[in-house]
């Protein structure tokens, strides 16, 4: 048995770029890939990577605009997003995954479901939803962020907490509030406005009863961001999908780390191809 246990993050060369992208687990066990939201780094799976890693082979990278994945100019779409996730996949060599996304990358999730659904076993959205939020208001992010750089992305660390956290955790756990705003703070603006760009202009709600693969949509009780209901939109509309629940707002992972693990890994085995 071969084992990658947290590997240090490093960059990987692929026919899109070099992406920074950290693994762990077992080379020989199943893969599953994480993809994080926006205005975070892979750092915020680890504690998922840990608990993951037990059956499979975990995969977590750095979207692009973020952390130390390429950072080009904007507007980006989620066929740039969808497609960094294949060629992730492709440059390791990868055929079949499966892919767990929270936020943006639980959108990045359905996108691969309506495009690249062969590729994928099963696929966990996450705080998610088929259109999130207006493309007014993340056109008009983007061009704040795009004008005022550093000082716009740490008034969206400032102001973050609300957005991600319930007000019950952000007054126990105050580390990793903080943790979470330095993330945001650190991206680079041109990144980080053109996936804002991106998620202006996505809306997948038509597109979305094609998905054909094992698909969970979990929503986190108090997120005001992605609610429940647009949890249950989509489970309305996807045959056969999952819905969990889980007792958290935006950012579930972090603010219920075993509710959510739980929940995905439960998803993951039900839906394990039969060999």
Not at 115 to 139: L, T
Not at 169 to 182: C, D, K, L, N, T
Not at 246 to 267: C, G, M
């Amino acid at each position: 048995m071969t084992i990658e246990q947290h590997a240090s993050p490093f960059s990987l060369p692929t026919v899109r770029g070099q992406f920074r992208v950290a693994i762990s687990g077992d080379a020989a066990s199943p893969t599953l890939i994480l993809s994080n939201s926006l205005g975070t780094t892979l750092e915020m799976w680890e504690a998922q990577a840990t608990a993951f890693a037990e059956n499979y082979r975990v995969i977590r990278y750095d979207t692009r605009g973020h952390g130390g994945s390429p950072v080009t100019p904007g507007p980006y779409s989620f066929d740039d997003l969808g497609a960094d996730v294949l060629a992730i996949l492709d440059a390791l060599n990868i055929e079949r995954a499966s892919f767990c996304g929270i936020s943006m990358g639980g959108h990045t999730g359905l996108w691969l479901g309506v495009h690249a659904g062969h590729r994928f076993d099963a696929i966990a959205v996450c705080n998610s939803a088929a259109k999130i939020g207006a493309a007014p208001a993340w056109n008009e992010r983007a061009a704040t962020v795009r004008s005022d750089g550093a000082r716009a992305m740490q008034t969206l660390a400032d102001s973050a907490p609300g957005r991600w956290f319930t007000e019950e955790f952000i007054r126990s756990h105050p580390e990793v509030v903080r943790r979470a705003q330095g993330w945001i703070a650190g991206i680079a603006p041109e990144g980080y406005a053109a996936c804002c760009e991106a998620l202006a202009s996505s809306d997948l709600r038509g597109s979305v009863g094609r998905i054909a693969t094992s698909i969970l949509l979990l929503a986190g009780a108090s997120d005001p961001v992605t609610t429940v209901a647009d949890a249950e939109a989509m489970h309305a509309c996807i045959p056969g999908s999952k819905l969990a629940v889980v007792p958290a707002s935006h950012l579930s992972n972090l603010e219920a780390p075993q509710a959510f693990e739980q929940a995905v890994l439960v998803f993951l085995a039900g839906a394990a191809p039969s060999i």
